[in-house]
């Protein structure tokens, strides 16, 4: 190489040299080294290109010489360039060196995308506060001033394309900076809060009047009988007082905590965003500040953000400000999002700006109290009932006072030595002793007959249902939505996700008239097959993630979008990264249950033609194409008898249960600015591309579901958007049809022709449709509100947004918590967590297992208390004692609102309640047939006491104290046994499935262990004496009675 060519070079590598001076930074991360690459590449080619600029005479010369010339040219070239990097090399240190030095401003712009994980503040350049109010104030000029949304995005080291890294330093550090996506929440309410709540909620009942006379007696009986022995009786009433409100502040206690659990559950949000270039799904609670997140129809907005990109994209703001406006977003004019609002139709991507509290919803949710609490009907009913008993008790306890007071004031009354209890020189201090008896014996009576602990009990069945609905996948926004599915006559339920898998597969392709099964890229045309990847890869909301290309691409978005991609991508050969960058999409047209079509008007780099493509249901897009497309690349005119024979091939893969998607497209003539192109999609003269069909295979066992909610009388309607066709067949299939069934009968309609019908022909004709295809959201709310004005029971089953209406017209709502919109499931009362019919029965079972176990618990309540009630009465009016204690009753208040409860209210759902039909919610709260068990079991008890009370010293040779010990210890063994025959309220066999009820049989047996500690060993504070073990076994058997007693009485029939 000559000197002149060296010295050119050296002079260069100065240049460059002194450059990088210029351009230097603290580390090299990635992108600065491919910068430090591309610095090279720039001077490198300059030293190279310099060379003939000077030689600008030689280079003409060079043109006209010889091939061997040539090499010779291309020679020193070569040597040039080793020349150029071999001084380059020499001085690599003096380079490095340099380039940890600060780079200079002009080129912080070059690295504001760098994803330098490792410096200590990677967001200084941007302040919290300001990205805070950018959203909340809708600030166009601050937005400006950060150079739009992507120098938002630059700013806060997001790559638009790739999103944020998503590794933990960086999600951290995005955590530490900005916050989490969660607000403040009202701090969990402690088990002392209960215990205050407890003692707050007698200041209205009797046992405030309990706690007055207590202290009044206790006072009388300490100056009778000493500090030593005068505080048991009195003592042990407020012990047991502060035990039963403790008992009930540990049950409302885990009454909190559940509900709490549920309702995080309930709010956790799956989201889907791109995170180091891979699309994924995480929770709500996971944003960070600086994600992309990927929103579409009927998707809640997670948090504050700036529309990125995307298409029709409106939203509803409803949550915000009450009213169900729509509101464009558009790039330029209006790219803010607020948390809280639901997507109405489009479809985007989001940048993250602020989250949690920072964001308008977090800021005001952070400030609503959360004390309300709601109230189901079947609580208010019960509430009602206790008001009733309540009532009548206060009646029959001032009647018990009256009485007392006048016989004791008549002088009818005797003191234990046998001296009239009242006469004109009786001491002040006997007639305030006398006066606590009497109001003693008033209060019994109302103490035990109250109900106090059946909203309790109602409370602990419900979260006790709740928490095993949620086991079974069913998760209960709603209280009262269980219990109203108990009640239920109706289901209307939509196909995909619910009876099918909603697991999408391509399993037929025609193009023109045939069928393609293998080798596409050999049968069709080139052009045929390019214009099919167009029409897949622009016009679709899924997207393809590819981490290198040995690896097995991952798809995301609907089940529809991903069965189409997956065989457009691994049948068709398809790469969807290149037809985009090959294509620039114009304007789209989202899907939308009303359209049941979507489009894209795109057109190719570098031509000046666009195109639009179209994708939708077949008969839609049929009515639409003028031609079609053969194999060979042919168009071909669609006339009458073309166009019945697509029909029929659509028709055959109904038949089969395929959904048929058909594909069409239509060139449009060249224009010279593509800008001025207009952004309407031409709808008619189109080209019919292919038909595609998809298998949704039915779920397992659905047909044997369907068959369980006819046989528990719940009537299964199927409302979908498929063809009349494809409807038939998955109905059929899933047993909603029978196959061999006259189907003319009106059991199957379309929308249209439902919509047409008059208001009577609905209402005449709405229990005899089973099927109804090709429905609108308007028709789906219209056949919720004929049955209901039928007086039917209706539960809608639901996963768009266009499901809204009918979700929250229906008595219930269900919600599918996989492919369940977020706006359909905050209008549901109840979110079916794995999207499978069989879930619903399980709800469905639930339901009247949580009616059956109220009624099982009312009864045995009601027993309880008729029973002590008279006793207590009857003894009061007839003698000067009571056989029934304050502490006693108190231990029987336990057993009856604690312990029972739990016992009854943790009874599993069993098939026989699918054999009877809904609940009805109008029909008396107790049925006949329990009002039979409750007064066969009653009469009992009462006889039995009633004889003990008066004649049980003479029948067992005892004296009076031990004779009360033994009523007392009867009458809570009676209760016991009858805990079994509440087990079963018609059924004669009242130890069937007990093995299954672990609950049942260890409270049982705790209560015969706490009654034996009671009697044999605290007989000071219950003021008993002890028995002996004929005593015990002669309890015994009077209790055990009860049982061939309840098993006689269940052979009365009675009809409700």
């Known amino acids: 190489m000559s000197s002149a060519s060296a010295s050119v070079s050296a002079t260069q590598f100065d240049f460059a040299t002194n450059l990088f001076l210029e351009a230097t930074t603290l580390t090299l991360t990635k992108p600065q080294q491919r910068w430090r690459l591309v610095f090279k590449a720039i001077y490198f080619t300059r030293a190279l290109v310099s060379l003939p600029i000077k030689r600008n005479n030689q280079i003409l010369t060079h043109l006209s010489y010889s091939p061997q010339q040539r090499w010779r040219l291309g020679f020193k070239a070569i040597c040039s360039t080793q020349a150029f990097l071999s001084l380059l090399s020499e001085r690599k240190n003096q ?95 402690g088990f002392f809060h209960f215990v205050l709540e407890g003692f707050k909620n007698f200041k209205n009942t009797i046992i405030l009047i309990l706690l007055i006379r207590v202290a009044l007696s206790l006072g009388l009986s300490i100056k009778e009988d000493g500090l030593k022995h005068g505080w048991y009786d009195n003592g042990s009433i407020s012990l047991a007082v502060f035990l039963y409100i403790f008992v009930s502040a540990i049950s409302n206690f885990k009454k909190s905590r559940q509900f709490e659990k549920l309702s995080r559950k309930s709010n956790d949000i799956r989201v889907d965003v791109i995170r180091d270039g891979r699309r994924q799904q995480i929770s709500i609670f996971d944003i960070v500040v600086g994600e992309i997140v990927f929103l579409k ?65 977090g800021e005001m949710m952070n400030s609503i109290s959360r004390e309300t609490e709601e109230q189901t009907p079947l609580q208010a009913r019960l509430h009602k009932l206790t008001k009733y008993i309540e009532n009548a008790t206060l009646i029959v306890a001032f009647i018990v006072l009256v009485v007392k007071l006048v016989r004791y004031f008549s002088g009818d009354t005797q003191d234990e030595k046998g001296n009239r209890g009242f006469c004109g020189r009786t001491k002040f201090y006997d007639v305030m002793n006398a006066m606590v008896g009497i109001v003693s014996a ?142 620039t999409v114009l304007h789209v047209e989202a899907f939308n249950s009303e359209k049941k079509r979507s489009g894209v008007l795109m057109t190719k780099k570098g031509k000046k033609g666009i195109c639009v493509h179209w994708k939708g249901a077949p008969e839609i897009i049929l009515a639409l194409c003028s031609s079609y497309l053969g194999k060979t690349g042919t168009a071909k005119p669609m006339n009458e008898g073309e166009r019945m024979k697509f029909e029929k091939i659509v028709e055959g893969m109904a038949a089969k249960s395929l959904r048929c998607i058909a594909f069409a497209y239509k060139p449009i003539i060249e224009v010279e600015e593509i800008g001025n192109a207009t952004h309407k999609l031409e709808e008619d003269g189109l080209f019919l591309l292919c038909l595609v069909g998809l298998k949704d295979p039915c779920r397992p066992k659905v047909r044997e579901a369907v ?43 379309e929308g249209v022709e439902f919509r047409n019908y008059s208001t009577e022909e609905r209402k005449e004709k709405v229990d005899t449709i089973r099927v109804m295809a090709r429905s609108s959201p308007r028709d789906k709310l219209q056949m919720v509100q004929c049955l209901k004005q039928r007086g039917q029971i209706v539960a809608v089953i639901g996963i768009g947004t266009n499901d809204t209406p009918a979700l929250k017209e229906a008595d219930i709502g269900l919600s599918m918590g996989i492919q369940g919109t977020e706006v359909a499931k905050e209008s549901s009362d109840i979110v079916i967590l794995d999207n499978n019919f069989n879930s619903v029965v399980t709800v469905l079972k639930w339901g009247r297992c949580l009616h059956s176990n109220i009624r099982k618990l009312i009864q045995f309540q009601l027993t309880v208390n008729a029973v002590a009630l008279v006793i207590n009465f009857v003894s009061a009016v007839s003698s000067d004692q009571v056989p029934l204690t304050a502490v006693q009753l108190l231990w029987v208040n336990l057993i009856r609102d604690t312990l029972g409860t739990l016992a009854l209210a943790t009874e599993h759902p069993t098939e026989e309640l699918l054999e009877m039909p809904p609940v009805g919610q109008t029909e008396p709260f107790i049925t006949k047939v329990m009002w039979r068990n409750i007064i066969a079991q009653a009469l009992y008890q009462v006889t039995i006491l009633l004889i003990l009370q008066f004649n049980g010293e003479a029948i ?100 409700d």
């Open 707 to 749: 068959e369980v909610c006819r046989k528990a009388g719940v009537k299964i309607k199927m409302i979908t958007g498929e063809n009349v066709f494809t409807a038939k067949a998955i109905a059929i299939e899933c047993g909603i049809l029978g196959a061999d069934e006259d189907l003319n009968n009106g059991a199957v309609v």
């Open 442 to 583: 008033a209060d019994t009576i109302v103490m035990v007959a109250i109900p106090e602990g059946l909203t309790l009990a109602f409370t602990l069945t419900l979260v006790y249902s709740m928490n095993r609905m949620m086991a079974e996948h069913a998760l209960l926004r709603k209280l009262s939505a269980c219990e109203t599915m108990g009640s239920v006559t109706t289901i209307c339920t939509d196909k995909t996700g619910t009876l099918t898998l909603n697991q999408m597969k391509v399993t037929e392709f025609w193009v023109g008239e045939e069928a393609v099964t293998d080798g596409a890229f050999e049968v069709i045309e080139p052009n045929v097959l390019q214009l099919l990847q167009e029409g897949v890869s622009l016009n679709t909301t899924g997207s393809v993630y590819k981490p290198n290309s040995g690896a097995v691409p991952e798809f995301s978005g609907s089940p529809t979008e991903k069965a189409i991609l997956s065989w457009a991508v691994l049948d068709l050969g398809m790469d969807v990264e290149e037809v985009k960058q090959s294509c």
């Open 95 to 189: 380079i490095l060196t340099h380039l940890s030095v600060s780079r200079s401003i002009s080129y912080t712009a070059l690295d504001i995308n760098d994803h330098d994980y490792t410096d200590s503040t990677p967001f200084s350049i941007i302040d919290p506060k300001s990205l805070v109010a950018l959203v909340k104030e809708r600030n166009l000029e601050l937005l400006d001033q950060f150079g739009g949304v992507h120098g938002v995005a630059a700013a806060l080291n997001v790559d638009c394309e790739d999103g944020i890294h998503g590794s933990t330093e960086d999600v951290t550090r995005r955590f530490n900076e900005f916050g989490s996506n969660d607000y403040q929440k009202p701090p969990a309410k």
């Open 956 to 1055: 067992f040779g005892v004296e009076k104290k031990i004779k009360d010990t033994f009523i007392f210890n009867t009458f809570v063994l009676c209760q016991v046994y009858n805990e079994f025959n509440a087990r079963k309220l018609e059924k004669k066999n009242i130890f069937e499935g007990i093995q299954k009820n672990q609950m049942f049989v260890g409270i049982v047996g705790m209560t015969l262990i706490l009654q034996v500690l009671m009697v044999e060993f605290m007989k000071k504070y219950a003021n008993k004496e002890r028995l002996n073990w004929g005593q015990w076994g002669a309890s015994i058997g009077i209790a055990a009675l009860s049982w061939p007693i309840g098993w006689v009485f269940k052979w009365v029939s009675v009809s």
């Open 297 to 361: 129809i009927g998707d809640q907005i997670p948090a504050d953000g700036l529309f990125l990109d995307g298409h029709s994209l409106k939203m509803y703001k409803s949550s915000m400000t009450g009213e169900n406006d729509h509101v464009d977003i558009i790039n330029d004019d209006n790219p803010f999002m607020i948390s809280g609002a639901k997507v109405a139709d489009g479809y985007c991507r989001m940048l993250v700006t602020s989250v949690g509290i920072n964001t308008i919803w």
